[in-house]
């Protein structure tokens, strides 16, 4: 493993949050310095590592930097799966948790089947910083781009689609069909 420092430090606050957040965290990796260098300078990118390789360091840091300069922006994360959101929820609530020690907030919301229609209308209404939904939720959403998430879009920033390897056949085509 190669260890790289971003071309720029990390905000203080965001670098206390990941320490709070990730005990054992040491620094990054060098396709984690990269991918947050490339982010930084609002690049697209595919971030194509092993499982486990720590693709989330690889742009969380700079969307929370970005959502600490920037407190009414808006990101997306698109999960294929509801325990992968599930869990990275969790690790997005850790940091929101670690930056509210500080005096920072940012909000995140879950949109996944199964909520009632209080829960989605709840989430579209308070319009968090942080949306983790899966493809058929983004399908809800859209749908309702121009009425109740109209806020959140407005304010979109970025888009974290993971797993694309996921996203072939059938799933594929449909997920094509979402981006466009």
């Not at 620094?27 to 990269?34: D, E, I, K, N």
């Not at 690049?43 to 407190?71: D, H, M, R």
């Not at 920033?157 to 996203?167: A, K, N, P, R, T």
Request: glycine residues 6%.
């Amino acid at each position: 493993a190669r260890m790289l420092l971003p071309a720029r430090p990390l905000h203080p606050q965001i670098k206390r949050a990941i320490e709070s957040s990730m005990p054992g965290f040491q620094g990054f990796f060098r396709h984690q310095a990269l991918a947050l260098d490339a982010i930084r300078q609002n690049l697209n990118l595919v971030i194509v590592t092993q499982t486990a390789s720590g693709k989330t360091l690889s742009y969380n840091p700079a969307i929370f930097e970005y959502l600490l300069n920037n407190p009414k922006g808006h990101v997306l994360y698109v999960f294929p799966l509801n325990a992968l959101m599930l869990d990275q929820l969790e690790k997005i609530q850790e940091m929101i948790q670690a930056l509210a020690k500080q005096g920072i907030k940012i909000s995140a919301a879950r949109m996944m089947g199964g909520m009632s229609r209080e829960e989605r209308d709840a989430a579209a209404r308070d319009c968090p910083n942080i949306v983790v939904t899966n493809p058929e939720m983004l399908t809800f959403m859209l749908d309702r781009a121009d009425g109740d998430w109209r806020e959140f879009f407005a304010g979109l920033q970025w888009i974290v689609l993971d797993e694309v390897h996921s996203y072939r056949g059938i799933f594929g085509v449909h997920m094509t069909g979402i981006i466009r």
